[in-house]
């Protein structure tokens, strides 16, 4: 057991859209990733998820509107909700997310930007 250093953390996130992981806690994963642009538009259908803004401006698009999170604000996608997250002005975000272990990176939607492995930091 060890304090974790999110700072240094996000030092080591070198590649956007690439969610790292820095901990799990029983089945959920605590995950970092650096985000610029806009993502896929997706859904999970058995997993909620929580993103936490440590840096920067996020748009979470739904399909009937947009939900701004700024810097130290949190929102929570409930599991079956199609959203796609975007950042403000093409900016770098620094986000910090809480998922499921079981959780796929863009849902049932396969892309150029989907992930299968989030190495550990």
């Known amino acids: ?6 700072k240094d953390k996000f030092k080591l996130v070198d590649t956007q859209w ?23 538009w997706h859904k999970h259908d058995d997993e909620d998820e929580l993103f936490q803004v440590i840096k920067g401006t996020l748009y979470m698009k739904f399909r009937d509107k947009t939900v701004t999170v700024n810097e130290g604000e949190i ?3 409930p599991k079956g909700v199609e ?9 770098e975000v620094h986000l910090l ?5 079981t959780t796929a990176h863009t849902g049932d939607v396969q892309h150029e930007k ?3 492995e989030y190495p550990k930091i």
């Open 1 to 6: 057991m060890n304090a974790i250093n999110i």
């Open 18 to 40: 690439h969610p790292r992981q820095i901990a799990v806690v029983d089945d959920m994963q605590v995950i970092l990733a650096k985000i610029q642009g806009e993502f896929v």
């Open 75 to 77: 929102i929570v996608v």
């Open 83 to 91: 959203h796609c997250p975007a950042t403000k002005d093409d900016e």
């Open 97 to 101: 997310l809480f998922e499921k272990l």
């Open 114 to 116: 989907t992930q299968t």
